[in-house]
């Protein structure tokens, strides 16, 4: 286990900016919309089978207290209760001091994967942090391409600061987290949430973020997925190209030239310098033989250029979603880091104090 972000276990020379050779040309982009939409029907019942024996297997995971229901105000399909958000409520009698929260997303390339995936996640914060925990059903792609996903993200993250009252909870003790896909989008939401009237988004009361756990999120869309692939330690280990393919033709629809790609609710390891110098504290858990390793490794690099707080975990001899090797017990080594992550997150609220 490593927590040194030069680690060599991926060249971050290997990455690098995108060069001027031909775009990978993604054989999944000429699929109709109704084919991709079935395949990913097909992930996510599998996918949903999986976790579900997962969350019982071993010491079972708790259910969520309650589900709520949020709307959408942002985007092409607005309205109420569009997507829902699972909710885990602390144990026991609350003495009215207010709670921290954990807004999480959960993970699944944005094709698949619901909020109870993350009830682990779920269980070691309200055990280490007494929080309140919401984990976001943000609609998926291909059927609700980039942006809507952030954009749910973003309005989950605004009602339930705005409900804070009602959940017992400090709104300036938030704190965003997310899993692969779900890492993602907790750093592109803290994005909109700095800028957005760049996007031409109304948003009457912005939160204040208290910082970001991200585990191996994808920051960087600008550099093709075999460049990322060749780039690892292990490229054999590394997700599928079918599978990748079948994500970013399902997500980025129209599909996008690599050097188009760089809007930063889409890659936000882009955001420019002057935002970087608003982020709040970061808690990076990458894995080792991960294809996003490398860009995860050069986000913590320039936080630590610019004199930001960052944590960064890198769980070696293991791939992307490591921590949900279903439908197995979980290993040793996600208790760790999941420890780990709270440690992080205890550190920066006790500054606040």
Request: hydrophobic share 40%.
């Amino acid at each position: 286990m490593s927590n040194e972000p030069d680690s060599d276990r991926a060249s971050l020379e290997d990455i690098g900016p995108p060069s001027v050779e031909a775009d990978y040309v993604n054989p999944a982009d000429k699929s109709p919309r109704w084919l991709l939409s079935a395949h990913a029907w097909t992930l996510r019942v599998g996918a949903a089978l999986g976790f579900g024996l997962g969350n019982i297997s071993g010491a079972a995971a708790s259910s969520p207290t309650k589900t709520i229901w949020l709307d959408s105000t942002l985007g092409k399909w607005p309205g109420e209760e569009k997507f829902s958000a699972d909710v885990w409520i602390p144990p026991g009698d609350n003495d009215g001091t207010k709670r921290p929260a954990v807004i999480n997303f959960h993970g699944g390339g944005f094709i698949l994967g619901q909020g109870t995936d993350d009830a682990r996640w779920a269980d070691a914060a309200m055990a280490g942090l007494g929080a309140v925990v919401f984990s976001v059903n943000y609609r998926l792609a291909p059927s609700y391409p980039f942006p809507t996903a952030v954009e749910d993200c973003v309005d989950a993250i605004v009602q339930i600061c705005g409900a804070a009252e009602e959940y017992g909870i400090d709104p300036e003790r938030i704190i965003l987290s997310g899993f692969s896909a779900g890492g993602t989008l907790a750093a592109s939401s803290w994005v909109v949430l700095q800028d957005p009237a760049r996007w031409e988004y109304e948003i009457a009361t912005v939160p204040r973020i208290a910082g970001l756990v991200l585990y191996y999120p994808l920051l960087d869309w600008t550099i093709d997925r075999p460049q990322k692939r060749n780039a690892c330690e292990r490229p054999d280990l590394t997700l599928p190209s079918g599978l990748t393919d079948l994500i970013d033709a399902s997500y980025m629809h129209p599909t996008l030239p690599r050097r188009e790609r760089n809007d930063i609710r889409l890659s936000p390891g882009l955001m420019p310098d002057e935002m970087i110098d608003r982020l709040p504290p970061v808690h990076l858990c990458l894995c080792g033989y991960d294809m996003l390793l490398a860009e995860g490794k050069l986000f913590a690099e320039r936080l630590e250029s610019r004199g930001k707080p960052v944590s960064v975990r890198v769980v070696e001899g293991e791939k992307h979603a490591w921590d949900k090797p279903l439908p197995l017990a979980p290993k040793q080594s996600v208790a760790l880091e999941y420890e780990k992550a709270i440690e992080s997150v205890k550190g920066w609220l006790e500054k606040q104090s």
